[in-house]
């Protein structure tokens, strides 16, 4: 996220040679999933302003047994 204007970025690599294989997109929508999964509540909390990006942020990258409330 960028603490000045707001932007939130993802960016995907998909790493091997050749054609893509149904497993690496699997592999790739899964971690994009699992991202998104893990900062919604915060992104929703500073989108909504419950809460500051900075603090946040700092919850979010604490995992699953952080709280928001």
Not at 45 to 58: K, Q, R, T, W
């Amino acid at each position: 996220m960028d603490m000045k204007d707001g932007e939130i970025r993802l960016r995907t690599v998909v790493e091997g040679t050749g054609d893509l294989s149904d497993a690496m997109i699997d592999r790739v929508h899964t971690s994009n999933l699992r991202t998104t999964d893990r900062y919604q509540a915060a992104l929703l909390a500073v989108a909504f302003g419950n809460a500051s990006p900075d603090a946040i942020l700092e919850l979010a990258e604490r995992g699953e047994d952080a709280k928001l409330q």
